[in-house]
């Protein structure tokens, strides 16, 4: 079983910045990939940007270019550089571990607010 915890959202003025940080309990594999994802009230939840292991990363194209993902394998954690905020980054993000072993698991957190004021 993995737990995820996200720290370091709050509110910041548009243009601004913030990084999110997950931490993970239990055993984070190789194979696993790490994310963050966001979900705003009424609208479906969207992929951010993920990593893998060996460090390969993908974004939505809403966001390259401002936010930069990073993972420590060491300590099991990942992280979200968000800079040059917009209002349209508010939303809840979510750290997700998603794990290829005998078939697809996803891991959420319980989520964490970011405001974005214009």
């Known amino acids: 079983q993995v737990q995820l915890v996200e720290s370091g959202g709050g509110l910041v003025q548009a243009g601004g910045s913030l990084r999110l940080s997950c931490a993970t309990s239990g055993t984070i594999f190789s194979v696993d990939d790490m994310g963050w994802y966001r979900q705003v009230p009424g609208k479906q939840r969207e992929l951010v940007a993920t990593?893998?292991?060996?460090?390969?990363?993908n974004y939505a194209e809403s966001v390259k270019g401002r936010f930069t993902i990073s993972r420590d394998n060491a300590k099991n954690a990942v992280y979200l550089q968000m800079n040059s905020l917009i209002p349209e980054d508010t939303a809840v993000y979510y750290c997700?571990?998603?794990?290829?072993?005998?078939?697809?698991?996803?891991?959420w957190g319980q989520g964490i607010q970011v405001t974005v004021s214009s």
């Open positions: 990593i893998t292991s060996g460090g390969i990363t």
């Open positions: 997700n571990v998603r794990r290829y072993l005998f078939g697809t698991r996803d891991y």
